[in-house]
């Protein structure tokens, strides 16, 4: 199984970008996927959640409306659509996959054990 996140680069504050996940040898409609992101010195968070199956979907407070997961069963993908980027929002973004969760929501990075490699978002003047 493997992941594939890409879709980051320089922007600026204001901004957008949509960020791609890709998976292989896993149809991510049956996994559990989320976006999590990491600044530099920072702990690694959680962004945004979409379940398997029914395609639920829970946001970090940061988030405020301005993210917005998605899931395109067709092309095995799920996305994470970026708005209103704040310098705040640099860092490297992550997808992980999960088949099953612990808690009701699934924006805790330790439940997660397929891991993409991370695209880097700087947000940035």
């Known amino acids: 199984l493997q992941l594939q996140a890409s879709g980051g680069g320089l922007v600026q504050p204001g901004g957008s970008l949509r960020l791609s996940c890709a998976a292989s040898g896993a149809t991510l409609q049956h996994w559990n996927v989320a976006w999590f992101r990491q600044a530099p010195g920072k702990k690694r968070e959680g962004v945004a959640w979409i379940s398997a199956g029914d395609g639920r979907t829970y946001y970090s407070t940061f988030v405020k409306g301005r993210f917005s997961i998605s899931r395109d069963g067709a092309k095995n993908m799920v996305y994470l659509q970026l708005n209103s980027l704040t310098v705040e929002d640099t860092a490297v973004y992550y997808c992980?996959?999960?088949?099953?969760?612990?808690?009701?929501?699934?924006?805790?990075?330790?439940?997660?054990?397929?891991w993409g490699q991370g695209t880097q978002v700087t947000v940035s003047s």
């Open positions: 992980a996959m999960v088949e099953f969760l612990v808690t009701a929501q699934g924006l805790d990075p330790d439940q997660y054990n397929h």
